[in-house]
């Protein structure tokens, strides 16, 4: 690494710094008023199938079960246990059919339209603005950290220049993009509240589109947790507690009071 400092142009400043920084905030802008404009009123409101919320909720119910089964009576953990366990009648015993990508296109039509909007409102206007500035803002150094950093940060923030002698602590205009692409949200949280686009929640739909909720099977889930619940070895949490809360009750009471 060279232990000289760099000193940088001016113009830098006013023609890469300043004009970088504009196009970003107007590219945000923009894709915020256009996602507005294509929101759906009552997206909001999707439709929801009841069996598919039944079962989760049952789920969710029986975890919560499993995981506090020693603050409750025994009999009354056999309840629950047989409640969603009983053969031919239990919750858990009954099949259940997941839903395939087109049954589910066909029962949710906003679907689709909700998948093109994110793509056209997420996707494409991130690939132009980097190809924008790949084109006019691609290789220069706009600054440098005032802390140091390890090698392992050059890739990040020396994107566009390949230089093995520059000081990891200098970053480019291309490390300068994606920093403000995912670190400007807290200001347009300050303009919009909570109607406010997340690149990290745009990216991670994106990326798990297709999966996810599509790809669950309930009736796998349903042996899995009947298993579970058949497995339960139950441990009171609750024996002795009356003759602890005496004891601290006698305890408390044998202090003497502190007289101020």
Same mark, same amino acid.
């Given at each position: 690494?060279?232990?000289?400092?760099?000193?940088?142009?001016?113009?830098?400043?006013?023609?890469?710094?300043?004009?970088?920084?504009?196009?970003?905030?107007?590219?945000?802008?923009?894709?915020?008023?256009? =996602?507005?404009?294509? &929101?759906?009123?009552?997206?909001?409101? $999707? +439709?929801?199938?009841?069996?598919?919320?039944?079962?989760? $909720?049952?789920?969710?119910? =029986?975890?919560?079960?499993?995981?506090?089964?020693?603050?409750?009576?025994?009999?009354?953990? $056999?309840?629950?246990?047989?409640?969603?366990?009983?053969?031919?009648?239990?919750?858990?015993? /009954?099949? +259940?059919?997941?839903? @395939?990508?087109?049954?589910?296109?066909?029962?949710?039509?906003? !679907?689709?339209?909700?998948?093109?909007?994110?793509?056209?409102?997420?996707?494409?206007?991130?690939?132009?603005?980097?190809?924008?500035?790949?084109?006019?803002? +691609?290789?220069?150094?706009?600054? /440098?950290?005032?802390?140091?950093?390890?090698?392992?940060?050059?890739?990040?923030?020396?994107?566009?220049?390949?230089? %093995?002698?520059?000081?990891?602590?200098?970053?480019?205009?291309?490390?300068?993009?994606?920093?403000?692409?995912?670190?400007?949200?807290?200001?347009?949280?300050?303009?919009?509240?909570?109607?406010?686009?997340?690149?990290?929640?745009?990216?991670?739909?994106?990326?798990?589109? @297709? !999966? @996810?909720?599509?790809?669950?099977?309930?009736?796998? &889930?349903?042996?899995?947790?009947?298993? &579970?619940?058949?497995?339960?070895?139950?441990?009171?949490?609750?024996?002795?507690?009356?003759?602890?809360?005496?004891?601290?009750? $006698?305890?408390?009471?044998?202090? %003497? %009071?502190?007289?101020?």
């Amino acid at each position: 690494m060279t232990s000289e400092e760099l000193v940088l142009d001016r113009k830098v400043r006013d023609w890469v710094v300043i004009p970088l920084t504009l196009c970003i905030l107007l590219m945000m802008l923009l894709r915020q008023y256009v =996602s507005k404009m294509l &929101a759906n009123p009552g997206s909001s409101q $999707q +439709s929801v199938d009841i069996k598919e919320l039944r079962e989760k $909720q049952a789920l969710a119910r =029986s975890q919560l079960m499993r995981a506090n089964a020693g603050y409750i009576p025994a009999f009354a953990v $056999q309840q629950r246990r047989n409640f969603f366990t009983a053969k031919d009648v239990g919750v858990f015993s /009954k099949k +259940s059919e997941a839903k @395939g990508v087109q049954e589910q296109l066909m029962t949710n039509p906003d !679907m689709m339209q909700n998948m093109m909007k994110q793509q056209l409102t997420g996707l494409v206007p991130q690939i132009a603005m980097g190809a924008f500035v790949n084109y006019f803002f +691609s290789g220069f150094i706009m600054g /440098k950290i005032p802390f140091p950093l390890s090698p392992s940060f050059r890739l990040m923030l020396q994107r566009g220049i390949d230089l %093995p002698s520059l000081d990891v602590t200098y970053f480019t205009s291309l490390s300068y993009y994606m920093l403000l692409l995912f670190g400007l949200r807290g200001v347009m949280s300050l303009m919009f509240k909570e109607d406010t686009i997340d690149e990290a929640s745009i990216q991670k739909q994106q990326m798990t589109m @297709g !999966m @996810g909720q599509m790809g669950q099977d309930p009736q796998k &889930a349903f042996e899995q947790e009947r298993a &579970a619940l058949d497995a339960i070895e139950y441990v009171s949490r609750l024996d002795g507690i009356h003759e602890l809360a005496a004891e601290t009750l $006698q305890t408390g009471l044998r202090k %003497p %009071p502190k007289i101020k």
